[in-house]
């Protein structure tokens, strides 16, 4: 899930492309790069292993001049993060430069070909023998390099996107696609931007073309594009406008994006819910699915399919449909799907959750869930990514831009958005009267100020959090519609703090996991005053006779739990079904204060990045 840019146009490129990187660096920041047609005749690369802020210092003062450029921040797939795997790569006779975000599967075949034929390849990745086969194809055939990097895709296996800069054509680039993203900005003036997405692109134009699978784009200075696909089907061009704004991508005074995204919470959730749920009507609408009620009225099971967060968001959503709308639900993990041969049958409806819209193992399930006749549903919150694009129908969440790594507002946008859904799906069922209906509309109307509450009462985390923060391991708890939370709130931790944190069913202890339990062991336990509440006190006093140390996420005004537990965290008393909303949070603030003491990358943790686009 590397990060691309690229431009074309009559304004130096090198600032247009840095601060493109950095907007995409949320995607990868293994090392950066970029290159540059100096004069509109030197090819220049300049790149090195790190984030952005490495790059620009390597270049100093010498910045690269040109008006066209490409530029690259990577998410290392083949070969270790470092300078010569960085790209841009150059092919054998350094002419062209070439960006890539996706894997290259047969790359190992292509380059013992390669080298076969003499050429000599310098780094470990895939990149490099994609930029050689291109010239390779161009020398052995003569073909223009647009129509020679079609014919290379042809024998291509794997994702792509990819653009190309060719020395010898400073008037000219070329970008192509296949299951990774690739957006092109058309800008004023003869202007193109490339992007892996709109964020680089939304500062300089909002008029956009979303490349499909196998296409490849060629622009020219002159303000011509032509798009054909790798068959050579000419393809025109629809250009969208994106209402993407600029003031969305920034920090806004805090800290971390992380911070920023989980104190907007109050607002996305509200955004999320907006026009779908209607209390004075005592109606909900969701379009997605009314324009297609003939299936879900039909439905004899639900699938649900995503990958992590997003794939809790499908747990919480199990309880929902199979309590609210009393469907039979399956959640699968995307990857898990794909590959196992999976049943599925033409009543049952799939529900695709991706805040990105571009994770390639949902994706990739996705289709083949439509392969066998499935409708589907998907739950993204990018306009216009592929997952939008390719599910017969959908609902977004409206969370706005979702930059730090850890996904928060984004879970929480996805569960009300599911609420909404189980609950108009089981009120026109008939499976939820309208005295529960009106009930949970109202309580979901509630929601957004209640989340304000919660994190207007944020301030005593940090001083828990010191109390975790040298820790080792932790366990997160929970039952009911509390279990999945657990697990949200054990990856959290996890990924921000780099503290193996794991989540379980409370009652799942017994069976194992309580043999954890010593002084040094957090446990971290959802025990709200729900339908299981009495077992999960019984699970705490398992662990605090074993001397487990207890925070406690309970409903405000709670005495039983506040006696046994270490810590406290109260929630608002609501609905079980809309409990997630607000028990998640806690959890969200507290690994960012144990991952801030620890002196983590909030917002860029290792080894991560924020949408998964390779398998
Ligand atoms: C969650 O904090 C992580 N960023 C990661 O698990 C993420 O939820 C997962 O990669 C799925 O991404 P998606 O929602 O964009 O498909």
Not at 417 to 428: C, K, P
């Amino acid at each position: 899930m590397c990060g691309i840019v690229g431009y074309l146009g009559p304004k130096q490129a090198y600032p247009i492309l840095i601060d493109g990187l950095k907007r995409l660096e949320y995607r990868g920041y293994d090392s950066a790069g970029i290159a540059t047609l100096e004069d509109k005749a030197t090819l220049r690369i300049e790149k090195k292993q790190g984030k952005v802020a490495n790059l620009e210092a390597h270049v100093g003062n010498e910045k690269p001049k040109g008006t066209v450029g490409i530029g690259h921040t990577r998410w290392a797939t083949h070969g270790p993060p470092n300078d010569i795997n960085a790209h841009p790569h150059a092919g054998g006779q350094g002419h062209l430069a070439v960006i890539h975000n996706g894997i290259i599967e047969n790359y190992e075949a292509l380059r013992e070909l390669l080298t076969h034929r003499g050429h000599n390849l310098v780094s470990e990745t895939d990149t490099e023998v994609l930029a050689h086969f291109i010239e390779e194809v161009q020398l052995t055939t003569g073909l223009d390099l647009p129509d020679a990097v079609r014919t290379a895709l042809k024998e291509v296996v794997g994702a792509y996107a990819l653009v190309v800069l060719d020395q010898r054509h400073p008037d000219r680039l070329i970008a192509a696609r296949k299951s990774s993203p690739l957006v092109i900005g058309v800008g004023q003036d003869n202007e193109f931007f490339v992007g892996s997405d709109a964020t680089p692109i939304v500062a300089y134009t909002k008029n956009v073309i979303y490349l499909e699978d196998e296409e490849v784009a060629t622009m020219h200075r002159s303000g011509e594009l032509t798009i054909r696909t790798i068959g050579d089907a000419v393809v025109t061009p629809e250009i969208h406008a994106i209402e993407l704004e600029m003031a969305s991508l920034e920090k806004a005074g805090y800290d971390h994006f992380m911070l920023k995204e989980i104190f907007e919470q109050p607002k996305s959730i509200r955004d999320s819910i907006r026009g779908r749920i209607r209390i004075h009507a005592g109606e909900s609408t969701v379009s997605g699915v009314d324009d297609h009620w003939e299936v879900w009225s039909q439905a004899k099971r639900i699938l649900i399919l995503g990958c992590g967060t997003s794939w809790h968001a499908g747990l919480v959503a199990e309880y929902l449909f199979e309590g609210l709308a009393r469907i039979p639900v399956e959640v699968e993990y995307a990857s898990e799907f794909r590959y196992r041969n999976p049943i599925v049958r033409s009543d049952d409806v799939v529900v695709a959750i991706s805040q990105s819209g571009e994770t390639a193992d949902t994706l990739a399930a996705i289709r083949l869930a439509k392969d066998q006749g499935a409708h589907v549903f998907g739950v993204c919150n990018v306009v216009g990514s592929s997952i939008a694009r390719e599910t017969h129908a959908g609902a977004y969440t409206h969370a706005g831009p979702e930059i730090g790594v850890a996904s928060t507002k984004a879970f929480t946008a996805q569960v009300a958005v599911l609420t909404v859904l189980a609950m108009h799906v089981g009120h026109r069922l008939g499976t939820l009267e309208d005295q529960q209906f009106m009930r949970l509309m109202t309580g979901l109307d509630n929601i957004p100020g209640l989340v304000e509450k919660v994190l207007d009462n944020a301030g005593i985390i940090e001083h828990i959090a010191k109390k975790f923060a040298g820790s080792d391991n932790a366990l997160y708890l929970g039952r009911g519609y509390q279990f999945p939370v657990a697990l949200e709130g054990a990856l959290k931790l996890k990924e921000i703090s780099y503290i193996h944190a794991e989540g379980y069913p409370a009652a799942e202890m017994k069976h194992g996991p309580i043999a954890l339990i010593d002084e040094a062991m957090p446990v971290v336990f959802i025990a709200t005053q729900d339908e299981v509440y009495e077992k999960v006190v019984s699970n705490i006093q398992e662990v605090k006779a074993r001397g487990g140390q207890i925070l406690a996420i309970v409903t405000e005004g709670d005495s039983k739990v506040r006696s046994l537990a270490d810590h406290v965290l109260e929630i608002p008393k609501v609905d079980d079904a809309l409990a997630p909303l607000l028990t998640v949070i806690p959890m969200q603030i507290l690994s960012y204060h144990i991952a801030l003491m620890r002196g983590c990358d909030v917002d860029q943790p290792r080894n991560l990045a924020k949408s998964v686009t390779v398998e």
